[in-house]
Each structure stands twice: as structure tokens, then as C-alpha cells.
């Protein structure tokens, strides 16, 4: 069973370069300075792919994809699972 | 005479009850170590027991003592996460103090060092601590220099103590940020994972405590949690400190059980000394709230529904202007962020221009500036952009009217002088 997933921003790192509501404007917006608002709740399964993408395509690594609150297992793993 | 002097309990009303548990009913000198061993005895520990650790952390749970700092965290559960830890944690008593209107540290430190340091070495016999750190605001580190020698001169403590002055700055105050301070020498949050208890200074668990809760701590070591218990609210029980702030008769830092009605808590400083309109309750992150409802209630955290903070409360004229004194604060609270985060670097201060243009009545983009305060909740490193936010809801809340008059051109304040000593660059 796949455990649900969240997208995470390290904001001190995060500085509006806007790659990840390029590729993932579904799950997220930019505010009026160029910075990411993440739609709540957990990735849809059929974003998963986008999602990593995005998170792997943060020019400032950024973006994390993590379990849920209360998921134990870790960010690495979850991460794991989507590209399969 | 330093300003924490006149600030401690200069009033001398009959009717409200005093409490001393933390704070001497001697106001002028500070408690000397004979003094304090007279009226508590030595705190009896035994670091190398594990039933003893086990039971004092469980006496402290039952006592529900919670962080006086601030986010009123249950203490007992962070001493128990530290418990579980292998390897030798820090401790680090925090008495920062960043909020502008707060003393209550300041004063807790200059008139009962000795209680605070009795709480930090418990913290740290129960912990396995190696060093125990006193981050302290400048104006009181030569009283805690000179506790600590006392204590020296007598071998009363088994742990090392240091003392670190406290770097300015409303967030230098926030638990990473002070981790960030001692260890770096920047004092600016770090992010919100790991936590603390798990990773902070020198990457080893390290026990971030307010000054008062410390206080608190090394009474409950004494008398238990059954004595804690006696003063206070059944869900918020014990003391706490306030500081009581503007429109007051004789402002200042004041002991009061929780709970207690809060028209007589603010009669411990000779009640308001002008008709006013609303309370700011908790710190500048804190909430306002209309004088009328509070006045009866129960000064809880249920009782006022909001959250006491670091205990500051500050009586807001009814002649004052809530819109021009709101954006005050929140150009102050703009001008400390760490600028680390985009959502606080340029939110704040667009918030806070928007906010002074209503103030001064002039046309504004009123939807942007509440959308930007929804936006900017929970998109910061630390809780600087959340308890701005909270902070402006309320007063656009509480001062609802005022800012109807002024979107319209009007102002209906008598009095624009600000009711705080906020320290602002000369915008006003």
C-alpha cells in the first residue's frame, strides 16, 4: 500500500524561481512575489510523476516530496515510491 | 536605577490578593542565595538515579506546567523526549525576552536568579546535560554573573553554567534561533525540522526553556505538583508572570494565578488609567480582543479564548486610533523579519504599507492587503508570518469599525499618539 505523500518547501532555501508552479500548476500557485502557495492536502496519486518532477527539477532543491504527518516511514522512501 | 527596577511592581493596590511564588514581596533587592536557601532549602537531586529522574518527570507532567514563553508547550513532555535520548543533551535557558513590551524575564532574572537557576540544573540533572547556558537580556547578565558566583562559592551546582547575552531582535527569542545564537552567533531562526530536542546545538538534543517556566521548575522539584496545582485554572494551572503594558495606571510585570478574573488582574497595576477599548493579549504576535468581553472572563487561555503568549497584555485608550496603532506594530514586526523566507521578506512589508495607507485614510487595495495576510500564514521557516498574521486578523477584527470609518476617509480617534513603546524608525 502506498503511503500518502505531501509536497514540503524549505522556504529559507526557496527563492521564487517559480520552476515548480510551472510544472505543477495544479498543486501550486505563485503569490505576488514569485513564491509558491501549495494547494492543502496530500499529491493525488496522478500527479505523483509531476510532482517528482518538479521536485527534482528545483534549481535550489527546495522541494521535497514527504509522508504525511503521522506516516512514519521516511521522505527518502516516499520519494522512492513515486518513481516507480 | 534600570528600568526593570521601576517596571517591578511598583503598585501597592489593597483587594487583589499578591502572589510571590516567583517574584519576591521585597521588590527592590534582588533574592541572595542565603535569602533563598532560608525560604526553599537546597533542591535535592539525584541525577545518577533513573527512578528519580523517571518520578520528577513524572510529577512534572501531572503538575502541567507548560512553556511560559511563549507557545505554552507542555514541559514535562519535552523533558520526557530528552529522557529518551542517548548522549549528552544541552540545556539552554532562554530569557531572550525579543518582545518590545515585555520585562517579565528581565525582572524574574534580576529579582530571583537563584529560582531560575534551580530549574536549569534540575533540567539538566534529569536530562544528563553537560553544560547548562544562560541566554539572558543584557540588562540582567551581571545579576545572573553575580547569582551564579554565589552559587560557586558554596559548589551548589554540579552541572557547568554559562552565560550568554541575548542578541536583540523581536525573533532572536524563537527556541532555533537562540540555538543559532549560541553556536553561530546569528540569531535568526533556523527551519522548523528537526526538532530541537532531537538536533540542536552541536547537532546534539538540546532542551530550549524559558526563564519563568524554569523558575516554575525548580519550585515543582521542591514542592510537588499537588502544591503547583493549588493556584490556577484546572486545564492551566499555576502561576505566570505579566507584564501589563500602556494605558495602566502604574504598568509593570505582576504574579498572577491563572484564571483569575481578569479585571483584577489588571487592577494589579491600579486598573486602566483612561476608558479603554481593547486588550492585546499574549506579546506583539498575541491577539486583540474587545476590553468589554475580556474584562469578566477568566484570564486563561479558555477563558479569553486566546493564547497568553509570553504573558504581556497591553490596555489600548478608547480615544486611541486601534488602525493607526495596528499599523505601528506591524511595520515593526515587518522590520524583524530574519528576510530568510520570501513570504515574510516581502509580505510583511507590503502588508504593512497597505496597512498605513489605511491609516492614514487614503485609498487602498483592501482585498490584496487581507489576501496577503491569508497567504503569507504557514509559509515561513518559523512562526514570524503565523503570529503576524494572527495579530492583524484580530485587529482588523476587534477595530472592525474604525477601519470601515477609515477606508471612507474618517478617522475617529481623539488621541494618535501610540499607546506602546513600539520601537519604530521614525515612520511616525
Redesign the interface.
Known sequence: MRSQVVLHIDRIACDGRGTCAELLPELITLDDWGYPIIADGPVPRDLGRLAHAAVELCPKMALQLRASEGDTRSMSKSTEEWRQ | MSSTELLDQRASNEGTARIHRLLPSEPWEPVTLAAHLDQHGALVQHPSSEQWREATVGEIERAGLVGRGGAAFSTGRKLRALLAHRGRPFVIANGTEGEPASMKDRVLLARSPHLVLDGAALAASLVGAAEIIMVVHREVSESVDAALAERRRISLDSTKFRVVTAADGFVAGEASAVVNWVGRGVPIPL?KAPRMTERGRQGRPTLVQNVETLAHLGLVGRYGADWFRQLGAVDEPGTMLVTLAGAFVTPGVFEVAIGTRTSDVLELAGGPSTPIQALLIGGYFGTWTPASAALSAPFSASGLGVGLGAGLVVAFPAAGCGVLETARLVRYLASQSAG????CK??LP?IAEQLELVAQGVPVRYE?LTR?VD?IEG???CGHPDGVARHIRSALDVFGHEVSEHLAGRCSASERRSSLAVPTQGVW
Open positions: 527551519g530568510q523566507c520570501g513570504p516581502f509580505g507590503a490584496d496577503w497567504e509559509r515561513g521557516a
